[in-house]
């Protein structure tokens, strides 16, 4: 089994920072692109930001240059540093990693259970 949890979730004011983080546990062989979606109420889930292997990044047109995707290889984590946060980023956050389980398997899509960001004054 693969497990991604997701934290640091939560309230904060319009112009304020959060740092959400992930960590992949399991069966885990090799983990490519990780990366963070989102989907507020009522809204298809969305692309935030990806990084893969060799640290290369893309985000989302609304994040560029107020969030930053970064992962730790040896820890099977995943982060994002969220600054300037505005009313619009609210949504539910979710952790994805695609992940090779054994060294002849497949690589497959995981995903977290979501965390909750509230951007309100």
């Known amino acids: 089994q693969v497990q991604l949890v997701e934290s640091g979730g939560g309230l904060v004011q319009p112009g304020g920072s959060l740092r959400l983080s992930c960590a992949a546990s399991?069966?885990?062989?090799?983990?490519?692109?990780m990366g963070w979606y989102r989907q507020a109420p009522g809204q298809q889930r969305e692309l935030v930001a990806t990084?893969?292997?060799?640290?290369?990044?893309n985000y989302a047109d609304s994040v560029k240059g107020r969030f930053t995707i970064s992962r730790d290889n040896t820890k099977n984590t995943v982060s994002l540093q969220m600054n300037s946060l505005k009313p619009e980023d609210t949504a539910v956050y979710y952790c994805?990693?695609?992940?090779?389980?054994?060294?002849?398997?497949?690589?497959?899509?995981?995903w977290g259970q979501g965390t909750q960001v509230t951007v309100s004054s």
């Open positions: 994805n990693a695609n992940i090779r389980r054994t060294a002849w398997g497949a690589t497959n899509d995981y």
């Open positions: 399991g069966s885990i062989f090799r983990i490519y692109t």
């Open positions: 990084i893969t292997t060799g640290d290369n990044t």
